[in-house]
């Protein structure tokens, strides 16, 4: 079972940037292909970024040119650099490991609530 942590979220006016971060301690997380997805009250859970075990990268309309997804696996850590928010982006965010990059992984963290509000 591989546990997920997610980090970062907050409140931030639009126009803004956070950083979240997705840990583990999971050994074997280099080999794991890792999505964020974010979920809006009333909406589906959606695929925003995804990043490969090789470093290949997926954005989601929305969210390319304003969002960075990267990985230290030396850290077992993944982060999403979010610029320019919106109040679109206004979702929990969650992290996921395994499957496709165009597909919710088996494993999940918990959440983190990212609010873009002025």
């Known amino acids: 079972q591989v546990q997920l942590v997610e980090s970062g979220g907050g409140v931030v006016q639009p126009g803004g940037s956070l950083r979240l971060s997705c840990a583990t301690s999971?050994?074997?997380?280099?080999?794991?292909?890792i999505k964020w997805l974010r979920q809006a009250p009333g909406k589906d859970r959606d695929i925003v970024a995804g990043?490969?075990?090789?470093?290949?990268?997926y954005y989601a309309d929305s969210v390319k040119g304003r969002f960075t997804i990267s990985r230290e696996d030396a850290k077992n850590t993944v982060h999403l650099q979010m610029n320019n928010l919106n109040a679109d982006d206004t979702a929990v965010y969650y992290c996921?490991?395994?499957?496709?990059?165009?597909?919710?992984?088996?494993?999940w963290g918990q959440g983190t609530q990212v609010t873009v509000s002025s």
């Open positions: 990043i490969t075990w090789s470093g290949d990268t």
């Open positions: 999971e050994r074997t997380f280099h080999n794991y292909n």
């Open positions: 996921s490991a395994g499957g496709s990059l165009s597909s919710p992984g088996q494993y």
